[in-house]
């Protein structure tokens, strides 16, 4: 099951006051009168995207505006990593939740999994998750780096291309290892000069992992010795050999429990705790006198824990944060001082390595530009079909590969997706089309061609039937259903074709009420629907319903 978006939460956002729609899965349209609002929902989406927020979009009357939106998300897991080294909290329970707000006063405030975070992350998020097809939109296939992973992925070649970035990877690692190695010699001398003090320091030191902690404790012991003589002797003092010592008075009492105990046998365990009170104190006596005579430390022992712990101090402020650290950062220098006082022998294996890492580069990327070279065609040829279903019966479509001067980290070449509409027309970019109702077709013709290869789980189509009415809106209804089979599809449609074809359809409607103008979104469903598409058809008299049932039946 793939990633959905189950909620979208609005507060003042222009005409809505306070909207929680409850996403279906699948094909879903939203339709409604022009200017009835169906633009909202886009808008709120394109926030949570990381798209600028515009204050002028707060809701007349209010201070702040809030978008919150959660996605169902299957493989959460795969995720969750990636969360975490952005300082956010993992999804729980497969859910993510991505929520923004501003002010007037200028506020902009983004968090995900309740975690505040900069919209850098709620961008990254949005070219995984969400592709918005419409005028200026968030849109990946518009990226010449998606595109080449499309056609990698409708090629089958995912293992080829993992094997050649991992070669490229290892030989950019050697090729860097080599510059460094072959810097200047006064500034490789500069190095060395620094390296053997480094070791040499770390290592005259003669460090131990695990000395630290008991040092600073005999340290703190041995700097504060006089202070324990004098408080370990007072309390055995006070115990024992003072005037008012205590021992000598609780011993008077052990003669009056045993009188008690003859007495009255029961109270033998109140004596039997007296006896063991009064040992107890005659031993912390015995062992402080023994203590206090422990401590008196030669200073010179004092100035040699003290020098110890000084040099510590100083290893770590200079090359770590604990003694282990420390110690690796020496063992890290050896290493380097080794390669740079063999330099000439490392340059010659790294020299080695770099040959044979170019031919292994070079022979995996023939291999993934082979598998590439086989499938542009291909693909272009089916996206060619797609379009001309679309209403574009002359158009071209192609994507060429234009080798690379060197090896680049995602192969031999580069691929650009290129269009012309109409027949004598050259082919453009993607991103060079001006009209948004064709590119939303186009996207609509690629994303078709390639639903069991893109990775992006919810597609948001607006403006799709610019210039578009008969059979081809069949054909985009039809198109808009089979995507809805593999990802949740969201349309902003004017046309019944399109609307009739989705699983469920929402209608955004605009009401004026005490003095203020709001906007609604509720599901049709049954009758109601079949009314909202005769709507869309132009009316609702018989013959409008009747072509609208004939609509939904379709679908069936």
């Not at 010179?300 to 950062?329: C, H, M, N, W």
């Amino acid at each position: 099951m793939p990633a959905t978006l189950t909620s979208l939460r609005i507060r003042n956002l222009a005409l809505v006051e306070d909207l929680e729609w409850r996403v279906g899965g699948g094909f879903v349209a939203i339709t409604g009168e022009t200017g009835s609002g169906k633009s909202i929902i886009l808008g709120a989406l394109k926030l949570i995207l990381g798209e600028r927020a515009d204050k002028s979009l707060i809701r007349t009357g209010a201070d702040a505006c809030t978008v919150e939106a959660v996605f169902s998300l299957p493989d959460a897991d795969t995720l969750n990593p990636w969360l975490e080294e952005q300082g956010v909290e993992p999804c729980e329970g497969g859910a993510l939740i991505v929520k923004r707000s501003f002010t007037r006063a200028g506020a902009n405030r983004q968090f995900v999994n309740a975690s505040a975070t900069t919209l850098a992350v709620l961008e990254a998020l949005g070219d995984s998750l969400v592709d918005l097809h419409g005028p200026h939109d968030h849109q990946s296939l518009l990226s010449v780096e998606k595109q080449l992973d499309l056609l990698d992925a409708f090629a089958g070649s995912a293992s080829v291309r993992r094997e050649y970035e991992a070669l490229y990877r290892e030989l950019n690692a050697l090729l860097a290892e080599h510059a460094a190695l072959s810097s200047s010699e006064a500034t490789l001398e500069r190095e060395l000069e620094l390296l053997r003090h480094q070791a040499h320091e770390i290592e005259a030191a003669a460090l131990r992992e695990d000395e630290e902690a008991a040092l600073v404790a005999r340290y703190h012991v041995a700097a504060n010795s006089r202070r324990l003589v004098e408080l370990s002797t007072q309390i055995a003092r006070r115990l024992s050999d003072a005037e008012d010592a205590l021992l000598p008075g609780l011993s008077e009492l052990t003669r009056l429990f045993r009188e008690l105990e003859k007495l009255d046998p029961a109270t033998a365990p109140l004596a039997q705790a007296h006896a063991d009170a009064l040992t107890g104190l005659e031993d912390a006596a015995r062992e402080l006198q023994r203590y206090a005579e422990r401590l008196d430390l030669d200073p010179a022992q004092l100035a040699e824990l003290e020098e110890r712990v000084t040099l510590l101090e100083t290893l770590k402020r200079k090359y770590g944060a604990s003694i282990p650290d420390v110690i690796a950062f020496g063992e890290q220098a050896k290493e380097r001082l080794r390669k740079i006082e063999s330099r000439g022998e490392e340059l010659e294996r790294l020299a080695r390595g770099i040959e044979t890492a170019k031919c292994a580069l070079l022979a995996a990327g023939k291999k993934l530009s082979a598998k590439r070279a086989a499938a542009a065609p291909k693909l272009a040829a089916d996206v060619c079909g797609q379009l001309r279903d679309l209403g574009f019966k002359k158009s071209g479509f192609e994507m060429p590969l234009n080798a690379l001067e060197k090896p680049g980290p995602r192969g031999l070449e580069a691929v650009e997706f290129l269009f012309a509409p109409n027949p004598g027309e050259p082919l453009k970019p993607l991103k060079a089309i001006a009209s948004s109702g064709e590119i939303s077709r186009v996207m609509l013709a690629v994303k078709t061609s390639l639903a069991g290869e893109d990775t992006i789980p919810l597609l948001v189509f607006d403006e799709i039937d610019a210039n578009v009415g008969g059979e081809i809106a069949h054909t985009v209804g039809a198109k808009m259903r089979s995507l809805g089979a593999r990802h949740q599809v969201l349309c902003i449609t004017h046309l019944p074709q399109v609307a009739a074809a989705a699983r469920s359809q929402y209608v955004v409607t605009k009401e004026f009420r005490d003095e203020r103008t709001h906007s609604h979104l509720a599901a049709v469903e049954g009758e109601a629907r079949v009314e909202e598409i005769a709507r869309m058809l132009g009316g609702k008299s018989a013959s409008a319903l009747a072509h609208a049932r004939e609509l939904l039946n379709q679908k069936e």
